[in-house]
């Protein structure tokens, strides 16, 4: 399975930008979406996530601010920011993970895409 995100790109303080992720290939079903993202020196870190059956995950430092959508016709998720701060900056990464077939799982990663907020 391979996903395609989009979206980054440099922010002031306070603007907003908003992230996206395809997912292409032979896929049976896709369980769980979202977004981490790993700044400079630190761990990458969960940012929000769309389970397939447990509500919506989102990290305490995005919440309020964030919100994740996932289209399942498309295969998609799009992660909106808004209200951005300079700790938001990152690279980004989509996951997902599910069935290729009724008995193979499957859990991949997106390239990265940076999102810069300055100050």
């Known amino acids: 399975v391979q996903l395609q995100a989009s979206g980054g790109g440099l922010v002031q303080s306070g603007g907003s930008l908003r992230l996206s992720c395809a997912a292409s290939?032979?896929?049976?079903?896709?369980?769980?979406m979202g977004w981490y993202r790993q700044a400079p020196g630190k761990e990458r870190e969960l940012v929000a996530r769309s389970t397939s059956g447990d509500p919506t995950n989102y990290a305490d430092s995005v919440k309020g601010r964030f919100a994740i959508s996932r289209d399942n016709a498309k295969n998609s998720v799009s992660l909106q920011m808004n209200s951005l701060k300079p700790e938001d900056t990152a690279v980004y990464y989509c996951?997902?993970?599910?069935?290729?077939?009724?008995?193979?799982?499957?859990?991949?990663w997106g390239q990265g895409t940076l999102v810069t907020v300055s100050s």
């Open positions: 290939g032979t896929i049976f079903r896709i369980d769980n």
């Open positions: 996951n997902a993970d599910g069935l290729l077939t009724s008995w193979r799982s499957f859990n991949s």
